[in-house]
């Protein structure tokens, strides 16, 4: 049984999701994440999963790869406790691996501002889809980027910029890239292409052609993924494979959430200072409090923090589709 102070934690969890996550962005997710806060018996179910398997995202996911996707909070109960074990199957074998190469928009005004040409290194890299913004397209207020060669459909991200972020002129000159996670996906294969695409809040259906369309091209490119942790040897190994010419930048999004101990995210802070040229980190304000900042200082609701070598430099939506300075 599920004592009163977990159910408490547990409840407040999914409430925070509904208003400070789903709230305007699906309103779906928001009612089933009110609902769940509130049903002692569902509480009871998830509680019964490790605490890395409780988030609202990974549960609503893999319901809807068991079920499809419930048109309201009494279908979704039912749905969920009668098939409880395949729906917990589903979380225990997956994570919320949310590869959004919109993300690429609101980092794009970094990575065009160096020096050319780079090397990237994403952590938390999934399935790869964020290595590759020189593949997609670009509409800022005040200018759009398209690439230049193509063989394949690109997808083209919307981007409200504030009007003091640099939007870049041009895309920029890659020449190396790789990612670490400790659970590479494979874009070119289709359960797990499927898995990501079921990540995607089921109101967004442009994100998800988005997603289709750099699922295609990233497929058609196998970039290097290794499998890995973070504070592990193959971090710096990757590193050090990088072209000794180029920038080598290392980035990452809604990773450290996921790394518990502030003294690890600062051991990591460290080794990204030490190994790279530019570390840029885009993360919610919370996980690196030294920075100064805090979740009630952001402009929006779940805006995240984006760091260049730990300097605050912008306030950005978490999928990439605003930027603004900090």
């Not at 200082?297 to 605003?322: E, I, K, M, Y």
Request: net charge negative; hydrophobic share 40%; charged share 20%.
């Amino acid at each position: 049984m599920m004592v009163g102070a977990d159910r408490s934690e547990l409840s407040s969890r999914y409430q925070r999701f509904a208003v400070r996550e789903a709230s305007g962005r699906s309103p779906l997710y928001e009612h089933l994440a009110m609902g769940v806060a509130m049903d002692e018996t569902v509480l009871s179910l998830i509680a019964g999963m490790p605490t890395s398997k409780q988030q609202p995202n990974l549960l609503f996911a893999a319901y809807r790869h068991v079920l499809g996707v419930p048109s309201n909070y009494a279908e979704f109960r039912k749905g969920l406790l009668d098939r409880s074990d395949a729906v917990r199957s589903v979380m225990l074998e997956r994570s919320t691996q949310t590869n959004e190469p919109g993300r690429c928009a609101v980092l794009l005004p970094i990575l065009a501002s160096l020096p050319q040409p780079l090397a990237l290194l994403e952590v938390g890299a999934s399935a790869g889809l964020c290595l590759f913004p020189d593949r997609y397209g670009y509409d800022y207020p005040s200018r759009s980027l398209r690439p230049a060669e193509h063989t394949k459909p690109y997808p083209v991200f919307p981007c409200a910029a504030g009007e003091t972020i640099e939007v870049p002129k041009a895309l920029p000159q890659i020449v190396w890239r790789a990612g670490l996670d400790l659970n590479p996906l494979d874009a070119a294969d289709p359960d797990e292409a499927a898995w990501l695409e079921t990540l995607v809040w089921p109101e967004q259906i442009e994100r998800r052609n988005r997603l289709r369309l750099a699922l295609d091209i990233v497929a058609a490119e196998e970039p290097k993924l290794v499998q890995g942790d973070l504070l592990g040897p193959e971090f710096e190994a990757l590193c050090r494979q990088a072209p000794q010419d180029a920038t080598l930048v290392v980035f990452h999004t809604a990773v450290l959430a996921y790394v518990t101990a502030d003294e690890d995210r600062r051991t990591f802070a460290d080794r990204a200072s030490t190994l790279s040229d530019i570390w840029i980190c885009n993360e919610a304000p919370g996980v690196m409090p030294h920075l100064g900042f805090t979740a009630a200082d952001a402009p929006t609701q779940g805006a995240f923090l984006l760091s260049v070598n730990g300097q605050p430099t912008a306030w950005t939506d978490p999928h990439g589709s605003s930027i603004v300075s900090a």
